[in-house]
């Protein structure tokens, strides 16, 4: 990828620096994150929520399902389906860390600004959740406003003004390359909310045994359409979707909870200790206890 052409990107990597000048990541306001990181990290497993993201400096990979993403100062990546994803920073050093911002996305606030604009609702195929698109000069400007207004201590004058610029980049981006995807955040039409209802019973009941039938039966799809309608938005089939959500809770659980490994598993749906450990070190990379121990290293470190 090309490096940034903005002239703003320069301005918006010094203010995220100043915010933030170790390694690590803050919320300046609610649903407005930004992080540093000074060298190329390991991969980053996470339940995202929608949200939009731009890089100042360095540049990062997503992984979600089959699907790998890159992006950089001149790119944008938009998330509006929320779930599990792996990231992993590639270019960063102490001279040149990697900075950026994060803008979460609210489906109330993008139905606004599509009734008052007066946007049509989506036509077309579904599409993907995650996506990268080229960053322009007027959506920078917006976020540069945002983040300037989020980093500054005057609340009253975020609380006046901060909505008007989170409003104008939803605006932007609902009149960008991101459009269509944009729309299906909001929207009730189509496929695309059957999958989000999915989805949401995913997360919410992810403990419990999956028969697709049922959930293609729950969200009015037949049992094929469903299936394809769901890996084409998540780069997942509903099972990996399901397995993927229990191995972070149960990460979660042994590393906040102190639970063991059987004890983790069964928390989150599994019956049989050795097939999570199995499941948990494919997809972590390391056996549950191994992982664990090397987590609590870093954060005491």
Do not use: W
Not at 21 to 32: H, S
Not at 99 to 121: G, K, M, N
Not at 151 to 180: C, F, H, K, M, S
Not at 259 to 274: H, I, N, P, T
Request: glycine share 8%; hydrophobic share 35%; net charge neutral.
């Amino acid at each position: 990828m090309a490096k940034a052409t903005c002239p703003n990107i320069v301005e918006l990597a010094e203010l995220i620096g100043r915010a933030l000048p170790g390694d690590g990541q803050r919320e300046l306001r609610t649903g407005v994150g930004i992080y540093r990181r000074s060298a190329r990290d390991q991969p980053n497993h996470a339940a995202t929520q929608p949200c939009f993201c731009v890089i100042a400096q360095g540049s990062k990979e997503v992984h979600t399902g089959d699907r790998t993403l890159r992006y950089d100062p001149a790119h944008y990546l938009i998330n509006t389906l929320g779930g599990p994803v792996s990231s992993c920073v590639v270019h960063a050093s102490p001279d040149e860390p990697y900075l950026a911002l994060r803008l979460d996305l609210d489906p109330a606030e993008v139905t606004s600004v599509i009734v008052e604009t007066l946007h049509a609702p989506p036509t077309g195929p579904g599409q993907s959740g995650f996506d990268v698109s080229p960053l322009d000069a007027a959506l920078n400007n917006a976020v540069l406003r945002l983040a300037r207004l989020a980093a500054d201590d005057d609340a009253q004058t975020y609380n006046a003004l901060g909505p008007l610029v989170r409003r104008e980049i939803v605006y932007r981006l609902l009149t960008g390359a991101q459009q269509q995807r944009m729309q299906y955040l909001a929207t009730r039409g189509g496929q695309s909310h059957r999958i989000t209802e999915a989805v949401q019973r995913l997360q919410r009941d992810y403990d419990q045994p999956l028969r697709i039938e049922d959930l293609a039966r729950q969200v009015g799809m037949s049992v094929s359409g469903f299936h394809a309608h769901f890996k084409t938005a998540t780069a997942m089939t509903p099972l990996q979707y399901q397995k993927q959500l229990r191995l972070l809770e149960a990460r979660r659980l042994m590393l906040d909870d102190a639970l063991d490994a059987a004890e983790a598993g069964f928390r989150v749906g599994y019956e049989d200790a050795s097939y999570f450990s199995r499941d948990y070190k494919k997809h972590f990379g390391e056996p549950p206890g191994r992982d664990i121990a090397r987590l609590r290293e870093q954060l005491v470190a």
